[in-house]
């Protein structure tokens, strides 16, 4: 038994030291300077739903930082994440764009994280907090390239960050999506990906529908604006 302990101590804290050393090595992305939405900017091509162990999801989760801003990978329900890999034509190139619906094991919150291959309106990564309650879903907070943003009501503030004060930017959020309208989007041209989860659970549900359509998603969402702080990601 002690030994299993110990053995866990030191893997836990390899990993910690490989964090530790991705973290510094990390690529540093330029902050997003203004209201940007790579969903509108950008046209579908195809998908394909991706079959990771669950030491590949964790590593992808343990080395992103806009995860980690938002959970940490041992809140996750790691059977039931959707991985799906979609290329996608952004200024006339083909790119690809990573998305993966994360549930927690709370069963209340689900995380959206989508990787592009290239920057999309400089954004590389962009992460969302979804909290489910019920029918409700709300979205909490957002991460882009490393910056976090805390997500409350739904507002208009600005078009772009010439209308914000010193020293802050505008930024985008779907502040509130009808999610019926989501699901009927993806469940009605998604092949069939998501009506399993759809079935069994809301979180599951969500989770499928932010990883294989999340262009449903953002055709049935209200975009709001917000001023923020521009603060140095770590």
């Known amino acids: 038994m002690r030994k299993r302990a110990l053995l866990a101590v ?4 390899l990993l910690i030291g490989a964090y530790g050393a991705y973290v510094v090595s990390y690529p540093r992305y330029p902050e997003v300077k203004g209201c940007v939405n790579p ?29 980690w801003k938002l959970a ?9 994440v959707k991985i799906v890999k979609h290329t996608i034509e952004y200024n006339g190139e083909k790119i690809t ?25 400089e954004v590389k990564e962009r992460a969302f907090l979804f909290e489910i309650e019920g029918t409700r879903i709300k979205a ?8 976090v943003t805390t997500l409350t009501s739904c507002s208009h503030e600005c078009s772009s960050s010439d209308d914000c004060g010193f020293l802050e ?16 989007c993806c469940l009605t041209g998604g092949s069939g990906l998501c009506t399993i989860p759809c079935v069994i659970s809301r979180t599951l549900c969500i989770a499928c ?23 140095p990601g770590p």
């Open 140 to 147: 909490e907070s957002l991460s882009t390239n490393g910056y």
């Open 10 to 13: 030191i893997v836990v804290l």
């Open 169 to 184: 930017r505008c930024e985008w959020y779907p502040c509130s999506t009808n999610w019926d309208c989501a699901i009927r």
């Open 209 to 231: 529908i932010a990883a294989a359509c999340p262009l449903c998603v953002d055709y049935c969402s209200e975009s709001g604006t917000k001023c923020v702080p521009i603060t």
């Open 97 to 121: 764009m990573l998305a993966m619906g994360i549930p927690l094991k709370d069963k209340k919150h689900v995380i959206a994280l989508y990787e592009f291959s290239k920057p999309v309106q």
């Open 39 to 67: 969903f509108a900017v950008t046209k579908p091509v195809s998908r394909v739903q991706e079959n990771w162990s669950t030491a590949h999801v964790f590593l992808k989760l343990v080395t992103s930082k806009d995860f």
């Open 72 to 80: 940490k990978p041992w809140d996750v329900d790691y059977s039931h």
